[in-house]
């Protein structure tokens, strides 16, 4: 089979310094109009270096190869399919990028005045609309810098919340299908997490919440669609249960990919909302930023949004801080261009094109789960939305883990799924096309793993071998997280 990043002209790369070579410059420029200085007459002697740095000497020509190969070196969206579950890996439409680089937007001082940024405050304020109709919300903040940092900024305005109404209480329920980011953002904010249980179709139920609701609990926060790619259906029940307590819900949206102009959550009786833009709203993902958490929320919380809130009156738009406010979460208008990225792609696609995504999505990740149901073993029967998790259960006869099946799927040129996650599946791997991948694409990835089950069978101790065609083969997994090396030692 044919399978993409399996061929083609792809070089071992060593490190820049083991390519240098004494008196070889990459760089060419005029002399200095300036006079020499000696740093040691100006700089403390403890901030002064006892030897001189080694750097590498090469040439403009060894740089550029160097860096192009190691890019080549690199998976990405634009090469194939990039399953892994649960972070939505779609393909970012090139329009956005342009967009983001109109010099309007792209080389907007932060310190500008607003009557200076009227452009860059409209896209924000639009955003914010655009997001608030798609979800249900009543407000938006656009300032989190990432779909963790909007949890902070979610939970923070849950105990400002809380706090204004004489008791900012000292629980959160988190089920043990949500994203393992919540308990997280719920302890930073001084909250005792408390952990409630999924049934055996995967979802949670009103009667397991109200089991351990009562007046001391401040939040429930709930992933939906859950990890494990279904919907909790039973949402609408759960807000209920939550607010006849006094208590608020907060629904990590980091899986909305699968509701887009089909489910608005705030109309279910959510209550808090964050998006991830770089999975939804398809800017940059991955590589560590710079991402955008933007959170909705339903009016009664609106006193305590983060600082600055942008209003618009008589056509002009002016930052506001509000009192109640929990003060600001970042810098001047957050991470910019991704929001100019996100503002193109909903205003490029449009409610019907949206819609169609999500139906795309939801369409791809049961295709991939109807073909590999039986050959590998699926957690939960129930249909699923976005992403299917599937486990190694009927591989372990062979002795095969789902390690060895991700690594094995490398020789075949795709990124691994997301394995070991949820955890509340042993050996899960999860699985999600997303909407932007054809059949085709499906039918190859499909074909692979079918393989590779095969394999298993017939020839177990190859898989656990694999990856056979990379250039480091399988790497000692413990120390690679234990024992980094980051710097070079000649």
């Given at each position: ?14 490190l820049s310094f083991a390519q240098s070579v004494k008196g070889r410059i ?67 439409p090139r329009i956005t990028e342009e967009v983001s680089k109109i010099p ?227 810098a001047y208008f957050g991470n910019f261009g991704m929001l100019v990225r ?149």
């Open positions: 089979m044919s399978t993409p990043g399996t061929t083609g002209l792809v070089l071992e790369e060593g990459g760089y060419s420029l005029p002399p200095s109009g300036v006079p020499e200085n000696d740093p040691t007459a100006k700089l403390p002697k403890t901030l002064l270096r006892k030897t001189p740095a080694t750097l590498p000497e090469i040439s403009e020509v060894d740089t550029v190869r160097h860096f192009v190969r190691l890019s080549q070196q690199n998976y990405c969206k634009d090469v194939g399919l990039f399953p892994l579950g649960s972070c939505t890996m779609k393909y970012n309007g937007f792209a080389n907007a001082h932060p310190l500008a005045m607003p009557e200076a940024t009227q452009g860059s405050l409209q896209l924000i304020h639009e955003l914010q609309q655009y997001l608030a109709e798609i979800s249900g919300m009543d407000f938006v903040t656009c300032w989190p810098s990432a779909g963790s940092h909007g949890e902070l900024t979610g939970m923070l305005m849950v105990r400002a919340y809380q706090t204004s109404k004489g008791n900012p209480r000292k629980k959160v329920i988190i089920p043990d299908s949500a994203h393992g980011t919540n308990p997280a953002s719920a302890a930073i904010c001084q909250y005792e997490v408390v952990t409630i249980s999924s049934n055996k179709d995967g979802i949670l139920t009103a009667e397991a919440v109200a089991g351990v609701m009562d007046e001391e609990v401040a939040a429930l926060m709930v992933t939906n669609p859950n990890t494990l790619g279904i919907f909790e259906e039973n949402i609408q029940e759960i807000c209920d249960v939550v607010h006849k307590k006094g208590g608020l819900v907060y629904c990590d949206g980091a899986n909305l990919n699968a509701l887009l102009g089909i489910v608005k959550l705030g109309d279910a009786g959510v209550d808090l909302l964050h998006f991830n833009l770089h999975k939804t709203f398809s800017t940059p993902h991955g590589g560590g930023g710079p991402g955008a958490g933007p959170v909705g929320i339903k009016k009664k919380l609106e006193p305590f949004l983060p600082n600055p809130v942008i209003v618009k009156e008589n056509s002009v738009y002016k930052l506001e801080n509000r009192p109640q406010s929990i003060g600001r979460m970042k996100a503002y193109t792609y909903i205003r490029e696609f449009g409610p019907e094109g949206l819609r169609k995504i999500s139906e795309m999505a939801v369409l791809n990740a049961n295709y991939i789960r109807k073909a590999l149901m039986g050959t590998y073993h699926l957690a939960y029967s129930r249909p699923s939305l976005h992403e299917s998790v599937f486990s190694d259960k009927l591989q372990k006869d062979h002795g095969i883990k789902t390690l060895d099946i991700a690594k094995r799927l490398m020789d075949f040129g795709y990124h691994p799924p997301t394995i070991y996650f949820p955890l509340i599946v042993h050996g899960s791997l999860m699985i999600e096309p997303t909407e932007s991948e054809p059949k085709d694409s499906l039918d190859q990835f499909i074909e692979a793993m079918k393989l590779i089950a095969k394999e298993c069978e017939e020839k177990p101790d190859f898989v656990k071998a694999a990856p056979h065609t990379t250039f480091r083969g399988r790497l000692d997994e413990v120390k690679a997280a234990k024992e980094l090396k980051l710097r070079w030692n000649p």
